[in-house]
């Protein structure tokens, strides 16, 4: 089984679910999306990893766009070298729309994330020698005014069915590429991956996560992570 197959079996599992309200729109990048995230995966997913960041779930300026976890545009375009075809979800919000590669906006979690790599790794076969980045859940949900709403806000049976295809893509995924380590990236996803991963023997971490909605984050964030990773061993 490779990524490729991983990413099948996950959409495959998730075109089964509905989801109630507050709920009103869904974007899965995966499907409308899938030449750049197929790209990302054949070029930078060869084994093994050191480590692995796993995100939450798609931002609307970011993976939402590109197919790429906190795919910024400039990002994955200029730096990761991943342009492509991307399609649009089946029911969009207005001032939410899908252009891909054409969007103008910018993800401020994707463009801190990748700088910061970019910053310590120049180019991205030497990050990605060593490490990976993954999401948790690779649909971003919608209210009915276009507001995000996290996995966490979702109905409980609901979260719990996510929860249950997420957590068997990512044991899968984290098998195919070997790591010791997996990072969450925000306390969402490093929670999910330490209930997803229990029993495994892989050691979970987690750093702070990037956005701008976390007051934290806008005080220094690099500098907080690079601390952080330092005291849990991972050699960044």
Request: some cysteine; charged content about 25%.
């Amino acid at each position: 089984m490779d990524l490729l197959k991983v990413t099948d079996e996950l959409v495959a599992e998730l075109g089964r679910l509905h989801f109630a309200p507050p709920v009103a729109h869904v974007y899965n990048p995966l499907v409308y999306a899938r030449q750049p995230h197929e790209e990302y995966l054949r070029r930078y997913g060869n084994v093994p990893k050191e480590t692995v960041f796993v995100g939450m779930n798609p931002g609307p300026w970011g993976m939402a766009q590109t197919g790429v976890p906190f795919g910024e545009i400039s990002a994955v375009r200029d730096w990761l070298g991943i342009d492509g075809t991307v399609g649009r979800p089946a029911e969009e919000y207005p001032k939410k729309l899908v252009t891909g590669f054409a969007c103008r906006r910018s993800e401020v979690s994707g463009r801190r994330l990748w700088g910061l790599i970019r910053s310590r790794y120049g180019t991205p076969e030497r990050f990605f020698d060593r490490f990976f980045v993954l999401n948790y859940c690779p649909l971003l949900f919608l209210d009915t005014d276009g507001r995000n709403l996290t996995p966490d806000k979702l109905r409980s049976a609901e979260r719990d069915t996510l929860n249950a295809a997420c957590d068997r893509a990512l044991r899968r995924q984290v098998e195919l590429l070997r790591p010791s380590c997996v990072i969450g990236v925000g306390n969402f996803a490093a929670d999910q991956v330490v209930r997803a991963l229990a029993g495994s023997g892989i050691r979970v971490g987690r750093i702070l996560h990037p956005s701008p909605a976390n007051p934290a984050a806008n005080r220094g964030w690099e500098d907080v992570v690079l601390r952080q990773l330092a005291e849990q061993g991972v050699a960044f």
